[in-house]
């Protein structure tokens, strides 16, 4: 099972990225997903997070506002739209399955998500 990320790069700071996670080997249509960060050096940290429904979500305060996160169970795909980025976005962004199913409640804990996949980096310049 994996979790194929997507859609990063090198942007200016202010610039758009929208990020994709596309499963492969299995479904998580009834899955919470989340994209979580890793800055160089630093520690693995939660972004956002929605429910498998997508009725519920959830956003770190550091990009709430920016941030969106979405998902297409259709298409068996969850989206990280960011815009106004900075440069202390600056990360490898993992998005994560939820190991609960069914669940309307999200969580910032990794320790719930059993899931990951490989990461796509995202560099921002000033």
């Known amino acids: 099972v994996q979790l194929q990320a997507s859609g990063g790069g090198l942007v200016q700071a202010g610039a758009s990225l929208r990020l994709s996670c596309a499963p492969s080997?299995?479904?998580?249509?009834?899955?919470?997903m989340a994209w979580f960060r890793q800055p160089l050096g630093k520690e693995r940290e939660f972004v956002a997070a929605i429910s498998w429904s997508g009725g519920t979500t959830s956003v770190a305060d550091s990009v709430k506002g920016r941030f969106t996160i979405s998902r297409d169970n259709a298409k068996n795909t969850v989206s990280l739209q960011m815009n106004s980025l900075k440069p202390e976005d600056t990360a490898v962004y993992y998005c994560?399955?939820?190991?609960?199913?069914?669940?309307?409640?999200?969580?910032?804990?990794?320790?719930?998500?059993?899931?990951w996949g490989q990461g796509t980096l995202v560099t921002v310049s000033s």
């Open positions: 080997g299995r479904t998580f249509r009834s899955n919470a």
């Open positions: 994560a399955a939820d190991r609960r199913i069914y669940s309307d409640y999200v969580k910032s804990d990794l320790t719930f998500y059993n899931y």
